[in-house]
């Protein structure tokens, strides 16, 4: 039986037109190697681990991750492999600004995940000295320390600021035509702009929100019909939301569902991404 330890860290108001929490995760795998799965989630993540490491399965090919990398705006599970104690501390990142903040090329790779070389990767090893002491609170201030800086450096742009605030507000469940009335843009800037910053379309990011919204309902009441939910999240009928949500998940709202039950008898109530295989 594997232990985990997850904390949440809201992010500071000059930084929540970016960001939208800080977190940390500690997981005991024990010495052989095991797997778990990310699902989608709306978000993107810098990532620092410490510990064994961890590696991404692509193609059937393990591809060891450096500390820090990029989780990118995911459209299906991806599937992680580590083993003994990993630890790690996560930047969740709005997708329309996250390779802004960090003035980065958006451009996607394969499997979700974008290395890259940046300034912030100077933090690991601070953080791998307060991590080691269990100084946790402490790692998370450095690293807000570190953004906040890096933010003053930047001018967000308002339009995707707008845009991202239609598309949370609705929880996903709105038209493009919509967000681009709520930034006061035309589709064609909108969509241009939203594509160059993260690398998805506007569709892409408001169909992964609205899938995270319908995941987390189900996990917190797994007896919810799935019918009312396509109801409360603007799906055409049962079946169009059960081939979204498998699409994004692998697997059907109802098999979800009954697994969440299962789940939350050994968990806490606290919906985390990472699923053990």
Not at 124 to 134: E, F, H
Not at 139 to 158: G, P, R
Request: charged share 20%.
């Amino acid at each position: 039986m594997f232990s985990s330890v997850h904390q949440e860290f809201e992010a500071p108001e000059e930084l929540k037109d970016t960001i939208k929490c800080f977190w940390y995760n500690r997981r005991d795998y024990g010495e052989k190697l095991s797997e778990f799965t990310v699902l989608p989630d709306g978000y993107a993540e810098i990532i620092f681990h410490f510990g064994s490491g961890c590696s991404i399965s692509h193609q059937g090919i393990l591809q060891v991750l450096p500390s820090p990398f990029i989780m990118g705006l995911l459209n299906q599970p991806a599937l992680f492999h580590a083993q003994n104690q990993l630890e790690i501390i996560g930047i969740r990142c709005f997708p329309w600004a996250v390779f802004d903040l960090l003035e980065l090329s958006s451009e996607k790779t394969e499997n979700g995940v974008h290395t890259f070389g940046h300034p912030v990767a100077q933090l690991q090893t601070i953080l791998t000295d307060l991590i080691a002491q269990g100084k946790i609170k402490e790692a998370i201030a450095q690293v807000e320390q570190y953004f906040l800086k890096l933010h003053e450096n930047i001018t967000a742009d308002s339009l995707l600021s707008k845009a991202g605030a239609a598309m949370r507000k609705n929880k996903g469940a709105i038209s493009v035509n919509q967000v681009a009335d709520s930034a006061h843009t035309t589709v064609r800037t909108l969509e241009r702009k939203f594509k160059q910053s993260s690398g998805h379309t506007v569709k892409d990011v408001s169909g992964i929100m609205r899938f995270e919204q319908i995941r987390n309902r189900l996990w917190n009441a797994p007896e919810t019909p799935i019918v009312e939910l396509a109801q409360d999240f603007g799906y055409t009928d049962q079946s169009h939301l059960s081939r979204e949500f498998k699409r994004y998940s692998g697997t059907t709202p109802a098999v979800f569902a009954r697994e969440a039950k299962k789940r939350k008898q050994t968990l806490s109530n606290d919906f985390v991404a990472f699923v053990q295989a």
